[in-house]
């Protein structure tokens, strides 16, 4: 059964930076691209960032320049380095392939930008 594990989040002011890091199983990881998505209060899951297996990348306007997303194939991780966080960022950040095709989500990582 393919599984997602989302970490990394937490609570940081404007401006700062976090590191998100997602560990997959039960799939061959390097096989598929691979995204980010956040979930806002009242709002729907969003796709952020993803990557191919190769390492092409795509982003959503509101991150380029801040977000950089990353793998490492032969570990089955997914990384999302986010710098110059702004309160608009805040949200639950879940990784899953993208498109969606794992009908079932990790816990998410919370991320609060506050002052």
């Known amino acids: 059964q393919v599984q997602f594990a989302e970490s990394g989040g937490g609570l940081v002011q404007p401006g700062g930076s976090l590191t998100l890091s997602c560990r997959a199983s039960?799939?061959?990881?390097?096989?598929?691209?691979m995204g980010w998505y956040r979930q806002a209060p009242d709002n729907q899951r969003e796709l952020v960032a993803n990557i191919s297996g190769f390492g092409t990348t795509n982003y959503v306007d509101s991150v380029k320049g801040r977000f950089a997303i990353s793998r490492d194939n032969p570990k089955n991780m997914l990384y999302l380095q986010m710098n110059n966080l702004k309160p608009e960022d805040t949200a639950v950040y879940y990784c899953?392939?993208?498109?969606?095709?794992?009908?079932?989500w990790g816990q998410g990582t919370q991320v609060t930008v506050s002052s």
């Open positions: 899953n392939t993208s498109p969606v095709i794992v009908p079932h």
């Open positions: 039960g799939m061959i990881f390097s096989a598929f691209r």
